[in-house]
C-alpha cells in the first residue's frame, strides 16, 4: 500500500507517531491545498484529540475524520479549535454530532458542552499533555498547542525516562508555506510578533504542524524567517510611505500594496491588502 503525501484530500496521513493529519478538498488563495485537521493521539491511548474540524458544508470531510478517528483509537476525547475562520470551525457542529465531543475554543463562541481554552492551560487527553498558548495577531482569538508525549521506558531502559516527543500545532499563526495574513478586523502585527517570539521560546525540538501547508520539521526556524519577513516588509513599507509623502495615518493600502508588492501576483494583492492594514496601524502605534 502507498504512504499519502503531502496533499492528500480526505484521507488520514501519519505526520508523526501521535498525529495524524486529513487534508480538506477546500483549496483557495487563504486555504493553500486546503484546511488541515488534525488528529492526535498516542500510540494504544483511548481515544483522540481532533483540531480544526474543517469548513461547513463538506460532509467527505467530516466522514473522512470521523473514520480515521474510530478506527484510530475508538473515540474523539474533544474537539479543539485554533480560532475563528469559517474554514476552520465551520464544521464544529456536524463532527460535534456525529462524534458526541465536546468542543473548545478560545471564544466561547465556537465552544460545544465545555468551557472556553485559556493560556498556558493543560489539556491531558488522548495519551498527550497539550499546553494552550495564546498566539494572537492572525486573529485575536489564535492560538497554538504544545503536543508532549512522553513514551513509556524500553524494557533495556527501565531506569531511564525515554525523551519526550515534542510538536507544535500552529493553526493559520505559521503557515506551512508563504505567510500568514493578519485579519483587519482584529489581528495586530504587535501581537503577531510577540507570539512569534512565543513560538521561538515555546518551540524547541518541536515539529510544526501547521493549519495549512505540509508540516515543517523545526518550528523554531520558521518563526524566525517569519520574524524577518515581517521586518523586512515594514522597512518596504516605510520606504513606499517616504516615497508617497504620507503617514501612516493617511495612506490608502492599496497605494502601499501597488508599492511593496508590484512584483506580486495582482490576485493576491487583496490578501497583502489585509497585511499592510495591519502594519500601517503598527507604524502609526495603533
Not at 2 to 8: C, D, I, K, S
Not at 38 to 63: E, F, Y
Not at 173 to 188: E, F, K, Q
Amino acid at each position: 500500500m502507498n504512504t499519502p503525501t503531502h496533499p492528500a484530500y480526505e484521507v488520514p496521513r501519519a505526520v508523526t507517531g501521535f498525529a495524524s493529519v486529513v487534508l480538506c478538498h477546500n483549496p483557495g488563495t487563504m486555504e493553500l491545498e486546503g484546511t488541515n485537521t488534525w488528529i492526535l493521539r498516542a500510540p494504544g491511548a483511548d481515544g483522540c484529540v481532533v483540531v480544526d474540524p474543517g469548513p461547513a458544508d463538506a460532509p467527505a470531510h467530516t466522514a473522512a475524520v470521523a473514520t480515521a478517528c474510530s478506527t484510530d483509537g475508538g473515540r474523539v476525547a474533544t474537539i479543539l479549535v485554533s480560532h475563528r475562520h469559517h474554514d476552520h470551525t465551520g464544521g464544529i457542529d456536524a463532527l460535534a454530532a456525529r462524534t458526541g465531543a465536546p468542543v473548545r475554543a478560545w471564544s466561547s463562541d465556537f465552544c460545544r458542552g465545555a468551557a472556553p481554552l485559556r493560556d498556558q492551560e493543560v489539556v491531558q487527553a488522548a495519551g498527550l499533555r497539550i499546553t494552550v498558548l495564546h498566539t494572537p495577531g492572525h486573529t485575536a482569538d489564535s492560538i497554538c498547542l504544545l503536543i508532549e508525549h512522553q513514551p513509556p521506558a524500553s524494557k533495556h531502559t527501565q531506569h531511564l525516562a525515554a525523551p519526550s516527543e515534542r510538536a507544535l500545532l500552529t493553526g493559520d499563526t505559521i503557515l506551512g508555506r508563504g505567510t500568514t495574513v493578519l485579519d483587519p478586523a482584529d489581528g495586530s502585527l504587535a501581537q503577531y510578533m510577540d507570539s512569534l517570539t512565543l513560538l521561538i521560546d515555546q518551540g524547541r525540538d518541536c515539529v510544526m504542524l501547521p493549519g495549512h501547508g505540509p508540516e515543517r520539521p523545526d518550528v523554531v526556524a520558521v518563526a524566525h524567517e517569519y520574524r524577518r519577513h515581517r521586518e523586512q516588509r515594514l522597512v518596504e513599507i516605510r520606504r513606499a510611505l517616504d516615497e508617497l509623502g504620507l503617514a501612516p495615518t493617511a495612506a490608502d493600502p492599496m497605494a502601499v500594496v501597488a508599492k511593496v508588492y508590484a512584483e506580486v501576483d495582482r490576485a493576491l494583492w487583496p490578501a497583502a491588502r489585509m497585511s499592510v492594514e495591519a502594519q500601517l496601524d503598527y507604524l502609526a502605534g495603533r
